[in-house]
């Protein structure tokens, strides 16, 4: 009879899956961050009783029409529906421009209950104090760079989009976790900005300052929600099922649909109004879901 992988390894099977370049020239960071899915999903299963607050939203200024991209919302839509499947409780915050495309994200996974918080810093510092939050995640969320200003991945100065998520991630006391796949993503501070400098277009001035305790680096930010609720799934065997259901195809797809027509929301690559995420069509999104349960399932068979 063949020996079953340990759970540990099947994430870290899940972690090489998903660190796979789509052109961003990023394969130096996915070294440099080997074993943050590892880490992420050891310190959410071994909390007694997790209470998660999801950040993201990344506008496009430019779009057509501007508004928040594909990436982010559907990721954290996902996370919040197998989460709250699984007991633990979310609330998600953004900013204005985003709130749209996050609230319809949520309602297209089927948790449009989940609290949004886009007021003020303060206000939603507090709020999550006050809900008891223990674990930040921020999935494609712009962040500061060096200078100060949050920057796409074409230099810009976003700021006046973008609100400082920055400073609720860091106040504490929950522990942070980072989803990204660019370089100027919160959570990226926990990498070199040389490094960032030396492999990403304008690396330099683009590169995140803002470090997670954990960070997952993806070739597509989504993906990194997927394998995060992989490794979750792999590392619980009593939350396996549910989780594994929201690893769904169907269900990737209504979010994105929800989240592009009801937000609306844009492809941050082509910056038009359409079913992808990053330029790539759902087909290529939904191999990695299809992959990724195909990883847990293989891991523990009975």
């Known amino acids: 009879m063949a020996r079953q992988p340990l759970p540990q390894t099947v994430v870290d099977d899940i972690e ?27 310190a959410l299963t071994a909390a007694p009783a997790a209470r998660v607050g999801l950040i993201t939203g990344f506008y496009v200024p430019l779009g057509s029409p501007p508004a928040a991209e594909t990436d982010g919302p559907v990721g954290a839509a996902l996370l919040a529906k197998g989460l709250s499947e699984v007991g633990i409780p979310c609330r998600l915050a953004t900013d204005e421009p985003c709130h749209s495309a996050c609230a319809a994200a949520l309602a ?3 948790v449009a209950g989940v609290p949004v918080d886009a007021a003020d ?3 939603t510092i507090a709020a999550w104090r006050r809900a008891g939050i223990t674990h930040a995640i921020s999935i494609e ?9 949050p920057r796409n991945m074409r230099g810009l100065d976003i700021s006046s989009y973008t609100a400082p998520l920055d400073e ?15 370089g100027n993503e919160i959570g990226m501070g926990s990498l070199s900005r040389e490094l960032i400098a030396q492999h990403v277009e304008h690396g330099e001035t ?6 997670a305790r954990h960070l997952i680096v993806a070739g597509v930010s989504n993906w990194g929600a997927y394998a995060l609720l992989g490794a979750l799934a792999a590392l619980r065997a009593d939350w396996r099922e549910r989780l594994l259901a929201c690893l769904d195809e169907k269900l990737d797809q209504t979010v994105l ?16 109004r359409t079913m992808t995420v990053d330029n790539l069509e759902m087909i290529i999104h939904h191999s990695k879901l299809r992959e990724i349960r195909a990883l847990v399932q293989a891991g523990h068979v009975v």
């Open 168 to 182: 609720l991630f860091t106040a504490g006391p929950w522990e942070t976790i980072a989803i990204g796949d660019g």
């Open 108 to 110: 297209g996974a089927g």
């Open 16 to 42: 090489r899956l998903i660190q796979v370049d789509v052109g961003r020239h990023i394969t130096a960071l996915f070294e440099a961050a080997r074993g943050g899915l590892r880490s992420a999903a050891s």
């Open 206 to 211: 683009i590169a995140c300052v803002t470090p």
């Open 121 to 123: 810093i303060a206000a």
């Open 141 to 149: 969320r712009c962040g500061r760079s060096a200078d100060g200003a």
């Open 257 to 272: 649909e929800a989240t592009v027509n009801n937000g609306p929301a844009v492809d941050g690559v082509s910056r038009l």
